[in-house]
């Protein structure tokens, strides 16, 4: 739970900053590029393994890029009916971070008891909180005109990490009671198609910045270093 206040914060500093400051875009860039290759990693190397155990890999693999995809596409409809933030339409994209931050928070308390993904999680989530929360705020402000309310607005949205943190261990073990292996397996297809579009989104939107490709590939590279010195870990 601690963790889910952490990540909260990072995004609130970060959301603060973006909307007082605007956004540094190169720090964002590369920090959010750390934080899509960890998680990628995770996803590839720690999640899809472990839902493979109830599918088979193959389906495992399949049914987390399907989910990963749903979220680009819901990000992508989201983002594009606020396209026009003059006209004060942010709506669209506060409701898409909303989603998206309260899958941060039921992620990082789901796998906090996992002996390597506990760590590498929280950490690769925090990477990408400031940056999140910067662009968030900053956006905000253009589209509203007003520090105060973007800000107001911007942190309501990343508080919605702290309630999905709240809301996943009841929601887990009355899931997990009634359907079983399947609602775990289906939980974490959830939780690593967010994680790819995480990295998707770095990866497709920031490339062509300097050292974004190169630190998203360590990050990715470390997290498989270890997934394959440790095994998986549980
Ligand atoms: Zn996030």
């Given at each position: 739970?601690?963790?889910a206040w ?9 959301v603060?900053a973006?909307?007082v400051?605007?956004q ?12 899509g ?8 190397f ?13 389906f495992?693999?399949?049914l ?5 995809a ?10 594009h009916?606020?396209h ?18 309260f899958?941060?928070?039921w ?18 989530l ?5 940056p ?21 607005a ?9 309630i ?12 997990a ?7 775990t ?16 989104h ?19 590279g470390?997290?498989?270093l ?5 095994g998986?870990?549980?």
């Open positions: 739970m601690a963790a952490v990540l909260t914060v990072l995004a609130l500093i970060g603060i973006g909307g400051l605007g540094s875009k190169t720090i964002s860039a590369h920090l959010a590029a750390a934080g290759g960890v998680l990628s990693g995770i996803c590839l720690w999640l899809i393994p472990e839902i493979a155990e109830t599918s088979g890999f193959a495992a693999l399949a987390t890029v399907i989910a990963g749903a979220l680009v596409a819901l990000d992508r409809v989201l983002a009916t606020g026009s933030p003059r006209h004060g339409m942010v709506g669209p994209l506060l409701l898409a971070t909303a989603i998206h931050s899958l941060d928070g992620s990082v308390r789901a796998l906090a008891t996992k002996p390597l993904a506990g760590i590498a999680v929280p950490i690769g925090a990477l990408h909180k400031i999140e929360g910067l662009a968030i705020g900053w956006i905000t402000r253009k589209a509203i005109g007003s520090t105060a309310r973007a800000i107001l911007s942190g309501a949205v990343e508080l919605l990490t702290v999905g943190a709240i809301v996943e261990p009841p929601a887990e073990s009355s899931g009671a009634v359907f079983g292996e399947r609602w397996a289906a939980v974490l297809t959830i939780v690593g198609g967010s994680f790819l579009f995480l990295g998707f770095t990866v497709v939107s920031e490339r062509k910045k300097v050292g974004v490709m190169p630190v998203f590939a360590m990050a990715f470390v997290v498989g270890f997934a394959w010195v440790h998986r870990g549980g």
